[in-house]
């Protein structure tokens, strides 16, 4: 198991200069534009428009592609399981493999919906 996170620590470890890069980039052009942080922006105006429509964030998709990937990589990963399982000499209960599929429903949820959230409504 100490290896499997190492090789992961070692696998990681050349994107923390990037994220510090982007940072360190975000906030030069804030330094050019004369600001010292983001600009505030008002949560309630005098019309009563909501915040959404001050900030004007686009809706997505990202819980439909969330459900969708949960559900094809959850059964997935149960008939996978389910089969494996069946066909072993030492067969385990079927709540390890529940807990699996679980698991990589999970998983599958997360990639569906950054798939997801690159959709508008």
Known sequence: MRR???ALVI???PLVPLVAQQ??????SLVRAGLSSPPSVPLA?????TVRQLVAVPETQWVKGGIIGAVILG???????????NH???PQSQAKVIGGSVVVAGLGFLIGSLIGSGFEK
């Open 23 to 28: 940072s360190a980039a975000a906030s030069s």
């Open 45 to 49: 105006g005098e019309d009563n428009r």
């Open 88 to 90: 072993s000499e030492y």
């Open 75 to 85: 059964s997935a990963a149960y008939a996978l399981g389910n089969s494996i399982n």
């Open 11 to 13: 696998m990681l470890a």
């Open 4 to 6: 499997f996170y190492l």
